[in-house]
């Protein structure tokens, strides 16, 4: 177990001192992907950092879960880094922007079940902070219809 967990701080090392290097290179040149390798870095970090709380613990099924978690901020920041610079602009916006609102829309979805199932009005009063708007929600549905949900890049 221990050479696991040194093994594995190493390699989560490597990743965080390699974006490091690609925020500080970027933020003359381009500071909206400076931005978005920070936001993956502290996210990828906090993840490294409880994963290897969890390998101390010997949790190693739910380390696996936090590790996917941690694979998928790597993957999704090197999918952006190597894109030219005008792919990279959309790429961005398909994480932050895209996916945002694809999220409210089924958070808010998943929030409304939840509501009719309960009979609790706390879990109603807790809910009903997360559901959209009418205005909001035919919005967010008119710029994401399911078809073009099915079809987009990040949810293939």
Same mark, same amino acid.
């Given at each position: 177990?221990?050479?696991?967990?040194?093994?594995?701080?190493?390699?989560?090392?490597?990743?965080?001192?390699?974006?490091?290097?690609?925020?500080?290179?970027?933020?003359?040149?381009?500071?909206?992907?400076?931005?978005?390798?920070?936001?993956?870095?502290?996210?990828?970090?906090?993840?490294?950092?409880?994963?290897?709380? #969890? +390998?101390?613990?010997?949790? %190693?099924?739910?380390? /696996?879960?936090?590790?996917?978690? *941690?694979?998928?901020?790597?993957?999704?920041?090197?999918?952006?880094?190597?894109?030219?610079?005008?792919?990279?602009a959309k790429r961005i916006d398909e994480y932050e922007i895209d996916m945002a609102e694809i999220d409210d829309l089924q958070?808010?979805?998943?929030?409304?079940?939840?509501?009719?199932?309960?009979?609790?009005?706390?879990?109603?009063? #807790? +809910?009903?902070?997360?559901? %959209?708007?009418?205005? /909001?929600?035919?919005?967010?549905? *008119?710029?994401?219809?399911?078809?073009?949900?099915?079809?987009?890049?990040?949810?293939?």
């Open positions: 177990m221990q050479l696991l967990l040194r093994e594995s701080l190493a390699v989560f090392s490597q990743i965080r001192d390699e974006i490091s290097g690609v925020i500080s290179k970027s933020k003359a040149t381009d500071p909206r992907y400076s931005r978005f390798a920070m936001g993956q870095m502290h996210y990828y970090g906090e993840r490294c950092q409880s994963l290897s709380l #969890l +390998l101390q613990d010997e949790k %190693l099924w739910d380390g /696996d879960i936090i590790m996917r978690s *941690a694979t998928e901020c790597a993957t999704r920041f090197i999918f952006v880094s190597i894109s030219e610079p005008e792919e990279r958070r808010s979805e998943k929030a409304k079940a939840a509501m009719t199932n309960s009979s609790d009005p706390n879990t109603a009063m #807790l +809910l009903g902070g997360v559901v %959209l708007s009418p205005e /909001d929600e035919a919005e967010l549905r *008119a710029r994401w219809p399911k078809a073009k949900l099915l079809s987009h890049p990040c949810l293939r």
